[in-house]
């Protein structure tokens, strides 16, 4: 049975999910798909370049070979059967369920990866360590290079995922944020007050976005666009509005969410900027945007609110990229990750009564297709997993175990995952 308290462990992973760029071939997109765990160059937790549609029959749990748990590190699509994966004992793998190629130790003492990972074009992997390391690995699995960016004097660092770019590696610890070239030289940091909401975007020039929130409801949140020397594009400088989403980038637009406080109301919005920093417009909600997707199409937003005495609910909808509402649906669940896009349907995970877990497909118009519940005799209900959902090639959509070595991977009935 999931636990309550995983759930609330979800922000240090980043539940952004795979994007991939709507600019690139669909060679291109499928590396940048590979490249980065948590997004590509728009976070829009896009997969339509690995999976033509997604199923959700069955839940089948698969065991890695390896004496060691997951822990809270989510995992990274390979190829079409292998994943990269950390341990709790501060291990880094790459292999499935039938031969595990390798495993290293990249962390001493109690330090363990509780971030996401990345690579890069030659397939080389990295991932950061709660003991404030970078790590470089082959794709053979020999270590390249380890490289200190934090100190460990406060206790353990929650590292948002890393992010690939062309020339470099993107990672933020604490309210730093570091871009590292492949060598392990740190080319530049960025030191502020505020951490990033969830993760950091970039577009295909390298520039990167962030939600950067005091975390303070009628505060003052900032979305800021970095240029890929570190400098700072422009800000846009919200007053009496909490940042609640990552920013997401669609071409020269970025979107992002949050709540304003206006006259002692919480007034949820969304909001869009061109790349120049200026605002084309402001969406009123009537539920707090929690995450963002999109594809070429449509903008797709995820929202909710905090139910105590009532059950727990979920607005999905569908935007233009020029803000007009096409259609919403409600899901009595509670959203505990992205809203995930294939080429012909769109996957919801969401947290459902006593604790078990739904996976909810819809059709690109909002219409629902299927609910599946984790719950359901002969699913595995058993096994602990995180909620961080990725998508390997062929749309199987899996998701790591924390107190098991293995995966449970969502896919129509057809045998074992690899």
């Known amino acids: 049975m999931i636990r309550q308290s995983l759930f609330a462990l979800f922000f240090i992973s980043s539940l952004c999910g ?3 760029s709507n600019h690139q071939s669909s060679n291109d997109a499928i590396s940048m798909v590979r490249t980065n765990l948590c997004g590509g160059a728009d976070r829009s937790n896009n997969f339509m ?3 033509e549609r997604f199923t959700a029959e069955t839940a ?10 997951l822990g809270l590190s989510s995992i990274m699509a390979i190829d079409e059967v292998n994943v990269a994966f950390a341990t709790e004992s501060g291990f880094v793998g790459v292999g499935n369920s039938s031969l595990v190629k390798w495993t290293l130790k990249v962390s001493t003492g109690k330090g363990y990866v509780a971030s996401g990972m990345c690579r890069d074009t ?9 003991t404030g390391y970078m790590i470089k690995i082959s794709p053979d699995g ?14 353990p660092i929650i590292w948002l995922d890393l992010l690939s770019v062309k020339d470099g590696i993107v990672a933020c610890g604490d309210t730093s944020l570091f871009k590292v070239d492949f060598a392990g ?4 940091r960025q030191d502020r007050g505020s951490t990033p909401v969830r993760t950091i975007s970039a577009d295909l020039n390298g520039n990167l976005y962030a939600s950067h929130s005091i975390r303070e409801i009628g505060g003052t949140d900032t979305l800021l666009c970095y240029n890929p020397e570190g400098r700072v594009r422009w800000k846009a400088v919200l007053p009496f509005v909490r940042l609640t989403t990552q920013p ?3 071409k020269d637009r970025i979107f992002v969410g949050g709540q304003r406080m206006d006259n002692g109301r919480k007034t949820p919005a969304l909001f869009c900027f061109k790349d120049e920093g200026t605002k084309c417009w402001e969406k009123v909600l009537t539920e707090t945007p929690r995450f963002l997707s999109s594809d070429e199409a449509s903008l797709y937003i995820v929202s909710s609110e905090p139910r105590i005495a009532e059950k727990a609910r979920t607005l999905v909808m569908g935007y233009t990229h020029d803000g007009i509402k096409r259609w919403h649906v409600y899901v009595s669940a509670q959203a505990v990750a992205p809203l995930l896009v294939s080429k012909s349907n769109i996957g919801l995970l969401a947290k459902h009564e006593q604790s078990a877990a739904d996976f909810f497909l819809f059709d690109k118009e909002g219409v ?12 595995s209900d058993q096994a602990d997993f995180l909620p961080i959902p990725t998508v390997l090639n062929g749309s199987t959509i899996a998701l790591p175990c924390k107190n098991k070595s293995g995966v449970v991977a969502v896919q129509e009935k057809r045998g074992l995952l690899f």
């Not at 089948?60 to 748990?69: C, R």
């Not at 020999?142 to 206790?155: C, N, P, T, V, Y």
């Open 122 to 130: 030659a397939g080389n992997v990295y991932c950061v360590s709660t």
């Open 60 to 69: 089948i749990f698969e065991q890695f070979p390896v004496s060691d748990s």
């Open 142 to 155: 020999i270590m390249q290079w380890r490289k200190r960016l934090l100190s460990d004097h406060a206790g």
């Open 185 to 188: 030289n740190v080319m530049w």
């Open 248 to 250: 997401l980038v669609h």
């Open 18 to 20: 795979l994007s991939c």
């Open 368 to 379: 629902l297709e299927s609910q599946f519940s984790f719950a359901e005799k002969g699913n």
């Open 49 to 51: 370049s690995v999976a």
